[in-house]
């Protein structure tokens, strides 16, 4: 099942892998150019678009006809393409309003993959869907995915991909920095910086989607949430939340300007099927793709240094009004004032002895089942 079905492309590659039936689900209009394109390459035998709710039909109304006419007009107006219409008599002008309803002998009607029944409740080996948005979750249809999996996915199906991580690091911002506010410093022999600090102050509202150079990242990347799509529940990506503290990295003193977000989704195959795993990555040190990276920018520089700590809350809330859409928080937090999360790679003395302590202790073998760990004289329940 390819969710999204879009252009069909994904369907197409299924099919041609040899997939012996694939049921292709597009919510949108774009239903009519998926059939099309399948048709085009000759796989229509393979790939079934399939969707449910029915299109908001389309309605005529027709003045002045009277009973004699209804016959006439409907083989005149109507055409072999309309299928239903209705009459209703307007008493006090004494018309007949002819309401006529247009269903095309094709139907094409859409709607969710989980609202969808399969022919004889048949249910699929492999969910494919591109789903992922900027940042991973803006715009993307990832519930509607899962709900489409507990309906339709085989008990030991694949989902592809199989896992998504979602990644956040400090960051410097040259080019944007040069190109949308500093850019306004010196214009004609004139200062307009704050049309720049305007620029900067519209950042507070939303975040920037824009290539951020790999040398320009200041820390090692903090992993906000790491989902297998095989087990994620819907309430799960309702609301992601990280408090992370880190080092930054840097070879001389720059300045530290934004957090950048991107994900990494992989591509894997059960144990039983010999597959060597696939990996997507919009990482900036990855090669650049449409997702790009996303940027919350800080409201002004803050100036670093090699081994400076440098801290954050940040928060992912699924909007309630727009549900494909998320409210980003970001709260800067102080190293030496803030609590650490446990455990901490932030690098500090004190994290690094609770991190250490906590492997040693993950490393021990737990108890047996019939070792009494209580203290007293006996030990050992018999």
Not at 184 to 203: C, E, I, M, R, T
Not at 239 to 263: K, M, N
Not at 318 to 345: F, G
Not at 348 to 367: G, N
Request: net charge negative.
């Amino acid at each position: 099942m390819d969710i999204g079905a879009g252009t069909g492309i994904l369907s197409l590659f299924c099919a041609q892998a040899g997939a012996a039936k694939v049921y292709a689900v597009e919510a949108s209009h774009l239903a009519n150019l998926t059939r099309e394109v399948v048709a085009k390459n000759g796989f229509s035998h393979v790939i079934e678009l399939l969707a449910t709710a029915t299109r908001r039909p389309s309605y005529i109304r027709l003045t002045h006809l009277y009973d004699t006419l209804i016959g006439t007009a409907t083989s005149i107006l109507l055409g072999p393409e309309m299928a239903i219409f209705h009459r209703k008599r307007n008493k006090e002008k004494h018309q007949y309003v002819l309401f006529a309803v247009f269903v095309p002998a094709e139907q094409v009607v859409h709607g969710k993959a989980e609202e969808i029944d399969l022919p004889e409740g048949v249910q699929v080996d492999v969910i494919v869907s591109e789903w992922m948005g900027f940042y991973l979750l803006h715009e993307s249809m990832l519930e509607s995915v899962l709900l489409a999996r507990d309906k339709h996915l085989k008990p030991d199906g694949v989902m592809l991909p199989s896992k998504a991580t979602l990644f956040a690091a400090a960051c410097r911002l040259g080019e944007f920095y040069s190109q949308q506010v500093d850019f306004w410093n010196h214009l004609y022999g004139l200062d307009l910086s704050p049309v720049g600090q305007a620029v900067l102050d519209s950042k507070r509202c939303k975040p920037e989607v824009a290539i951020v150079k790999a040398d320009e990242l200041l820390s090692e990347p903090v992993q906000l949430a790491d989902f297998d799509l095989a087990w994620l529940g819907p309430d799960e990506i309702e609301r992601i939340h990280s408090r992370a503290f880190t080092s930054v990295l840097c070879d001389q003193p720059t300045e530290y300007q934004g957090v950048c977000l991107w994900f990494d989704c992989s591509f894997e195959w059960p144990d039983r099927i010999p597959c060597t795993p696939v990996k997507l990555s919009t990482s900036p040190s990855s090669a650049a793709t449409h997702w790009k990276q996303t940027i919350i920018v800080l409201p002004s520089s803050i100036q670093v240094e090699e081994g400076d700590l440098i801290g954050w809350e940040l928060t992912l809330k699924r909007s309630m009004e727009h549900r494909r859409r998320y409210q980003i928080e970001l709260n800067l937090l102080d190293p030496e004032e803030d609590e650490h999360p446990v455990p901490c790679s932030c690098g500090q003395a004190r994290c690094v002895v609770i991190a250490a302590f906590m492997a040693k202790a993950d490393e021990e073998p737990l108890p047996d089942d019939d070792v009494d760990v209580s203290t007293g004289p006996s030990s050992v329940v018999s």
